[in-house]
């Protein structure tokens, strides 16, 4: 299939794209906009597991974007969240291979969605 097949460009087809952080830092809502501009984008989960290299068994990806987030900002995105800030370093022990090796550390602190979005989308 080629673009001209479907009216845009088929990025999935080229680059495939991880994005990792710890939760509340943005993952799913990048990961939604990296797939609806066509991309091929996913989040592997990896702030869960023990196993180090998570993202890369599960995505293969040729890009990996690391993304994070301070607590306080933790805090303002979900307020009903209890866990203090040893949960987000506990996170962010299970994610350091992936922040290692990762194309782009993102702080989202910050950033809106669509700064975030703006920002990956000029490494692309």
């Not at 805090?75 to 022990?93: I, V």
Request: proline share 4%; with cysteine.
């Amino acid at each position: 299939m080629t673009s001209s097949d479907t009216g845009s460009e088929v990025r999935d087809a080229v680059v495939r794209i991880a994005v990792v952080g710890p939760c509340a830092s943005g993952k799913s809502t990048l990961v939604a906009a990296l797939r609806a501009a066509g991309y091929d984008a996913r989040h592997p989960a990896q702030e869960h597991s023990f196993v180090q290299d998570m993202w890369l068994r599960r995505v293969h990806p040729d890009v990996l974007i690391y993304l994070d987030v301070s607590h306080e900002a933790y805090r303002r995105r979900r307020p009903k969240d209890d866990a203090g800030p040893e949960y987000l370093e506990m996170q962010r022990a299970r994610l350091a291979h992936a922040r290692a090796h990762a194309n782009l550390v993102l702080d989202t602190s910050e950033m809106t969605a669509e700064a975030v979005q703006e920002r990956v989308l000029e490494l692309l």
